[in-house]
């Protein structure tokens, strides 16, 4: 049985196939780990137990931040906020998707929907840039801590919250003529 799980896994790498998603485990007892602050080094090790991807961006090294595929496909940069020692200890971490503009509908018809978004949901928030594109954010304090969980489902609410904007939202009205 080992020995086929092996030659499986062997198989795949050889063929470039995507190694499999971890399952994340709600129950796992790191979960209830208190995060003292939002780093790469504590962010990162969550972004990967729920399946996600991260890359590194170099864009402000006082506000690190990470460009991330969930599980589902869905993508988002992180960008962690209120940082001291060089980016290492930061209180806030936001987590945004946009989207490009909607181009077969109104822009006052795109406001009205993503207004009827959030009255339906309150988890995120979703705008618009200036420039007109979608925009769904999410952000979080880690003031006292955050417990590691928590910061897992925010991730994967996230993930899906932003699936199900794309679906119900922008879909309908980019499909409109």
Do not use: H
Not at 48 to 55: F, K, L, P
Not at 74 to 83: F, G, P, T
Not at 123 to 152: C, I, M, Q, W
Request: include cysteine; hydrophobic fraction near 45%.
């Amino acid at each position: 049985m080992k020995k086929a799980i092996l030659l499986g896994l062997i198989a795949a790498l050889g063929t470039g196939a995507a190694a499999p998603v971890p399952k994340w485990n709600p129950r796992a007892p790191e979960n209830t780990q208190v995060l003292p602050t939002f780093s790469f080094a504590t962010v990162e090790p969550v972004l990967r137990a729920i399946g996600a991807r991260s890359q590194r961006t170099a864009i402000d090294a006082a506000k690190p931040s990470l460009l991330v595929t969930f599980a589902n496909g869905r993508k988002a940069v992180l960008q962690m906020s209120a940082c001291e020692q060089g980016g290492n200890v930061c209180k806030a971490l936001s987590i945004q998707s946009t989207w490009t503009r909607i181009a077969n509908s109104p822009q006052d018809k795109v406001v009205r929907a993503i207004d009827g978004f959030n009255q339906r949901y309150s988890f995120g928030k979703a705008s618009t840039t200036a420039d007109g594109r979608p925009l769904l954010t999410r952000y979080l304090t880690a003031d006292y801590g955050f417990v590691r969980g928590n910061l897992a489902v925010n991730l994967l609410v996230f993930a899906n919250q932003a699936d199900r904007f794309a679906a119900e939202v922008l879909g309908p009205l980019e499909a409109a003529k």
